[in-house]
């Protein structure tokens, strides 16, 4: 009987050797004449325990991990096939208490199954969102949407219904629905784990999506240091298509919907969305002018659907289980569930996805039990390079859109960068701005050269120079950045300056060595 | 399976200059030919380019600019702005280093200052035997794997100076 183990293909899980392991289960059991079928999946995200191997087994799905090539051999001597005792074994998987505590909606399928198999994506349950939709009216699919409070997962969190309704209501000869999956945030991976542990899913919202506002043509615009994800996805897209799940005549409903992939050139300003449609368009990042919003001109001037890839992988589940079940999930405005994803100086780093409302201290400790090197975690920063610096006393903040605002801090992406108490936040608060220079698009001066400028100050200050006029300086350069930018880029680099300022101005009172 | 894992290659190095002219006219010709009728193609141009030259020679830029009915200050423009093109050749291998927070939160920046040491080169350098180019990168979405590195298309996580010296002394100094 043949037996299926599983070892991821996730980029992560690549990086800590998983290729390698792989290729060793394979001739080992070849050498062992057994019948092993290996399976690449997504990772569970545990990513204490990767390479984390799965053998199915009887009682079900038995892990392993975290596993090195050297361990192969005594896991077959173990009969791990058979689900044996080893030291590395960690039970059901199942079982794992990291795995069992979460909600997981939109990640459910992501390191259970063959991520560009349809046969295992409809086994899973796959597709029921958009056979649904294909039966609904343009606008009943838009209110489901706009049912489920459902805001967009990128960061921004404005409604999703609303803006597919603005893009619905549009006359135009042609729709888009494009998909940001530029992820450049640090400590931000969801997008990548979704793309490479379920692209089935986000090709489905898409579709989705697609069959909601009338848009025949959907770009998914992916980062280049994402090479793992888009070759998962180009295998993905080519599946659906053998398959008719995407084209001119969707399981043979008449409705078309054609979807590429358009790979980025390492330019985080074109996570910004219009600056992203103007690279889809081959053009510069810069940023646009908003008004008009994409929805109404978009990309090539037509309206146009931007989501995140969360937000679009979101949408099946809200489809095939209903708004109200999606809108169960979460509390106030924050509906459903987040992918959280714990990085960093942390213990048990991986994604967590749960209704909002879990505390960050929970997220910090019960989950992650803590910093890696064992020290005090003493800042954490939320929501990517643009997010606040958040001390302990704020690690009660519950996850959740108006809770992270009203202590002045971001939820954005959901990602968590944990700092133990060996960080330097005057030199933390000298990298935004220094990132800030490096990937500004130019187009507006508070961002182009306020970065510059304030890469400068800081220097200044840690010298010691001036202290506190320039410490002044550097908080009006913040408010003129803030209030004078084009897009969030120089608009908020302020954020992680300002609440490192205020929440650790010891770190700017200590004379640094010029370095 | 183990080819659908690869990278693609054009984030790995490939230092190949055109011989001559025409060899570049026809590449840029073929690339062309390949994306004609494609809304917006100019990014998925350059990639192409980028994949079968290693680079973006400036040579191309005119080429490029006259097939898309584009001004060169446009494609210049364009080839500039994105940090990923480069407009000369890379070294025979490319070691990339995570600059960003998560990475620098597991003692990223040690470990870039190791690694220029190590190497001899600052970030966007090049070795002088023309074997490694160093460059910085802003997050591969391994933050709960810091730091990282990229190697010729290859990703590896938790890299201490130890582990990156193992991974360096791999290149193989012939190659």
């Not at chain 1, 192969?72 to 590395?88: E, I, K, N, R, T």
């Not at chain 1, 780093?349 to 201290?361: C, H, N, P, T, Y």
Request: hydrophobic content about 40%.
């Amino acid at each position: 009987m043949t037996v299926t183990v599983y070892v991821p293909r996730d980029a992560s899980a690549l990086s800590l050797g998983a290729q390698a392991v792989a290729r060793a289960i394979a001739s080992q059991a070849q050498a062992r004449k057994l019948d092993v079928r290996v399976v690449r999946n997504g990772s569970r995200g545990l990513y204490w325990l990767e390479p984390m191997i799965e053998v199915a087994t009887a009682a079900g799905r038995i892990a392993y991990g975290p596993v090195t090539v050297n361990d192969v051999p005594s896991l077959f001597l173990a009969d791990f096939l058979g689900g044996g005792a080893h030291a590395l074994c960690l039970g059901p998987t199942e079982g794992i208490s990291y795995l069992k505590k979460q909600d997981r909606l939109t990640f459910a399928r992501v390191g259970v199954t063959d991520p560009v198999s349809i046969a295992d994506y409809l086994q899973h349950g796959g597709y029921r969102g958009l056979q649904r939709a294909l039966t609904l009216a343009p606008e009943a699919i838009v209110q489901e949407v706009t049912d489920s409070g459902l805001r967009g997962r990128g960061g921004a969190a404005f409604p999703t219904g609303i803006k597919w309704k603005t893009v619905l209501d549009q006359k135009a000869p042609q729709k888009y629905v494009t998909c940001n999956a530029d992820e450049g945030d640090s400590g931000t991976f969801a997008d990548r784990m979704l793309m490479e542990g379920d692209p089935l899913l986000l090709i489905e919202g898409m579709t989705i999506a697609g069959i909601a506002v009338g848009a025949t043509q959907g770009y998914i615009y992916i980062r280049v240091e994402y090479p793992h994800a888009l070759v998962v996805l180009r295998e993905a897209i080519a599946a659906a298509y053998r398959e008719h799940y995407l084209g001119w005549n969707i399981l043979g409903s008449g409705k078309r919907f054609e979807l590429e992939v358009r790979v980025g050139a390492g330019a985080y300003i074109c996570g910004e969305e219009t600056s992203m449609l103007e690279s889809l368009e081959g053009k510069r990042g810069e940023i646009r002018v908003r008004p008009p919003l994409p929805a109404i001109k978009g990309l090539f001037g037509q309206p146009t659907i931007v989501n995140n890839v969360i937000s679009l992988a979101s949408v099946p589940t809200i489809l095939d289980r209903g708004a109200t079940f999606y809108q169960g999930f979460g509390a106030g405005k924050s509906r459903g569930t987040l992918p959280i994803q714990l990085a960093g100086n942390i213990k048990h780093g991986g994604l967590i996805e749960k209704a909002f409302g879990v505390s960050l201290r929970e997220i910090l400790y019960d989950y992650g039990g803590g910093s890696a090197t064992g020290r005090p975690i003493r800042a954490v920063q939320v929501g990517g390079p643009l997010g606040a610096y958040m001390p302990a006393s704020q690690f009660d903040t519950a996850i959740d859109y108006e809770a992270f605002s009203a202590v002045g801090a971001l939820l954005g992406h959901g990602g968590i960068v944990v700092f133990d108490d060996t960080v330097d936040m005057a030199h933390m608060a000298r990298y935004a701005m220094e990132f800030c220079a490096i990937e500004s698009c130019g187009k507006c001066t508070p961002c182009r050269i306020g970065s510059t400028r304030g890469v400068e100050v800081i220097d200044r200050i840690v010298r010691g120079e001036n202290r506190d006029r320039n410490i002044e300086l550097l908080e009006e350069l913040c408010d003129t950045m803030l209030q004078g930018s084009l897009c969030g880029l120089g608009g908020m680099t302020p954020f992680p300056v300002q609440s490192a300022l205020k929440h650790f101005p010891e770190d700017f009172r200590v004379l640094h060595r010029p370095s | 399976m183990e080819s659908q894992l690869r990278c693609p290659p054009d984030c790995r190095t490939m230092g190949i200059m055109p011989g001559n002219p025409s060899t570049l006219r026809s590449t840029i010709d073929k690339v062309l030919a390949q994306h004609a009728g494609r809304p917006g193609p100019l990014l998925e141009i350059l990639h192409q380019v980028q994949h079968e030259l290693g680079h973006v020679p400036g040579d191309a830029v005119p080429m490029i600019a006259n097939g898309l009915n584009l001004s060169i200050a446009e494609v210049h423009g364009v080839v500039t702005f994105y940090h990923h093109f480069r407009d000369h050749p890379a070294g025979r291998h490319v070691v990339q280093i995570c600059r960003a927070e998560a990475c620098q939160s597991m003692q990223g920046v040690a470990l870039a200052e190791h690694a220029g040491r190590r190497l001899g080169v600052g970030f966007n350098g090049t070795t002088r035997d023309g074997r490694v180019t160093l460059e910085p990168i802003y997050c591969f979405g391994n933050c709960a794997c810091a730091p990282a590195v990229m190697i010729d298309g290859e990703l590896h996580g938790r890299v201490t100076p130890e582990k990156f010296d193992a991974l360096i002394a791999t290149l193989g100094q012939g190659k």
